[in-house]
Antibody, heavy 117, light 108 residues
Framework: QVQLQESGPGLVRPSGTLSLTCAVS?????????WSWVRQSPEKGLEWIGE???????HYNPSLKSRVTISLDNFRSQFSLKLTSVTAADTAIYYC??????????WGRGTQVTVSS | SVLTQSPGTLSFSPGERATLSCRTS???????LAWYQQKPGRAPRLLIF???TRATGIPDRFSGSRSGADFTLTINRLEPEDFAVYYC??????????FGQGTRLEIK
């Protein structure tokens, strides 16, 4: 059974860069899978950020595309999220997930990120 | 595409049947609609995908159906652990995944 674990700073300064990593275990990250980042805030609810394929192909939410980069490290079996020029509106719980058949079938526990000076 | 879940809160007693609604603003091809359950402090948990297929390990008291642009999650014989927030999610083109605002199922 796949397990996902998010990690990264819980506090980011305004205008800075949010960087998170998702460690994948129990399944090869090189399997034919897409891997996603999702965030959740009281204001916006659940918001899909983007996804990456094991070959490195990506899709991003148009509302965040100019600020988001998702990358994958096959050797370390992890994938990462970078979100630049953050503001208070980026404060949220960030989840990584394994994509399924038109859905997100496995989720990490999530990590709270607060944007504040 | 916008997903509208209604109502925002539902109140039922254990043992009753609950029906939760999710309406899509655009046609969802090939039933690309999923349902999730979320409890406080936990990540969402996949219940249903493809509008009506239960995910692995999900009890058969959970079922999903579709009628045109309206999707329904039905929970038969409510158990105490079923009281949570439920989200629908649509798979589209860009963005790939969009979510409804959620329906809270509370104990009456």
């Amino acid at each position: 059974q796949v397990q996902l674990q998010e990690s990264g700073p819980g506090l980011v300064r305004p205008s800075g860069t949010l960087s998170l990593t998702c460690a994948v275990s129990g399944l090869s990250i090189n399997n034919n899978n897409w891997w996603s980042w999702v965030r959740q805030s009281p204001e916006k609810g659940l918001e899909w950020i983007g996804e990456i394929y094991h070959t490195g192909g990506t899709h991003y939410n148009p509302s965040l595309k100019s600020r988001v980069t998702i990358s994958l490290d096959n050797f370390r079996s992890q994938f990462s999220l970078k979100l630049t020029s953050v503001t208070a509106a980026d404060t949220a719980i960030y989840y990584c997930a394994k994509n399924g058949a038109w859905c997100l079938e496995s989720w990490g526990r999530g990590t709270q990120v607060t944007v504040s000076s | 595409s916008v997903l509208t879940q209604s109502p925002g809160t539902l109140s039922f007693s254990p043992g009753e049947r609950a029906t939760l609604s999710c309406r899509t603003s655009q046609s969802v091809g090939n039933n690309y609609l999923a349902w999730y359950q979320q409890k406080p402090g936990r990540a969402p948990r996949l219940l249903i995908f493809g509008a009506s297929t239960r995910a692995t390990g999900i009890p058969d008291r959970f079922s999903g159906s579709r009628s045109g642009a309206d999707f329904t999650l039905t929970i038969n014989r409510l158990e105490p652990e079923d009281f949570a927030v439920y989200y629908c999610q649509q798979y589209g083109t860009s963005p790939m995944y969009t979510f409804g605002q959620g329906t809270r199922l509370e104990i009456k």
